[in-house]
């Protein structure tokens, strides 16, 4: 008879477990209309020719990994491959940077020798003050690249920053439920991009092929 007030409360905790992360993605879906808009200009920029350049630090440097490969190898046959890169896969690059200039300039440094105006930067924050990734994307806005950001804990720095024109937020700061969100924050933006490509006329002219 001692187990069932034991599984009760097991139960009982599973479920607040449960019901705190489909907070955190209810906000996202909240704000349904920022995150269609930050595909289409995505998919824009895709269909002009330009590439995704991704970039996070410690658990948002693998996201960083994560969206980079659905978009070039999507996990759905038949679905459009599109280029993307992570700048967090080069860890001679990145550490060599790192000794130099600083942690501070690890994205910014590689988007200024590897992206190009027409491209978009991808940044990860769990808290939204990672000083790489708002150097990265302010870099990035400079040279005229599309920025977006995913950030936990309400933005932070980062998603106050005029430099970023799509910020994608949740408020809350725990970085494993942020790590959780964003996950399917990113795979949404993945799908919403392939349905713009899937809409005739959508996108305008200059079909990339």
């Not at 599973?14 to 200009?41: I, K, P």
């Not at 990994?65 to 280029?83: D, M, N, Q, S, Y």
């Not at 027409?118 to 994307?137: F, T």
């Amino acid at each position: 008879m001692s187990a069932a007030p034991s599984a009760a409360v097991g139960d009982n905790e599973v479920a607040r477990l449960f019901e705190r992360r489909a907070a955190s993605l209810d906000e996202f879906a909240g704000h349904a209309g920022t995150v269609a808009a930050a595909c289409h200009a995505m998919a824009v920029r895709f269909h002009q020719g330009g590439k995704l350049v991704v970039f996070g630090t410690g658990a948002s440097s693998t996201d960083a990994l994560h969206v980079a490969v659905e978009f070039v190898h999507p996990v759905i046959v038949g679905k459009r491959a599109l280029p993307a890169i992570s700048l967090t896969a080069d860890a001679a690059t990145v550490t060599g940077i790192a000794e130099r200039e600083g942690m501070g300039a690890i994205f910014a440094h590689q988007i200024r020798h590897l992206a190009a105006p027409a491209d978009i930067a991808l940044g990860l924050s769990a808290d939204g003050n990672s000083e790489s990734v708002l150097n990265g994307l302010l870099t990035a806005h400079g040279m005229g690249m599309l920025t977006i950001a995913l950030a936990g804990a309400g933005g932070g720095v980062i998603g106050a920053s005029p430099a970023v024109d799509h910020v994608l937020v949740t408020t809350e700061s725990d970085p494993r439920v942020v790590k959780e969100a964003h996950v399917t924050a990113y795979h949404v933006l993945w799908e919403l991009v392939h349905v713009f490509f899937e809409q005739p006329g959508v996108l305008g002219p200059a079909v990339v092929s």
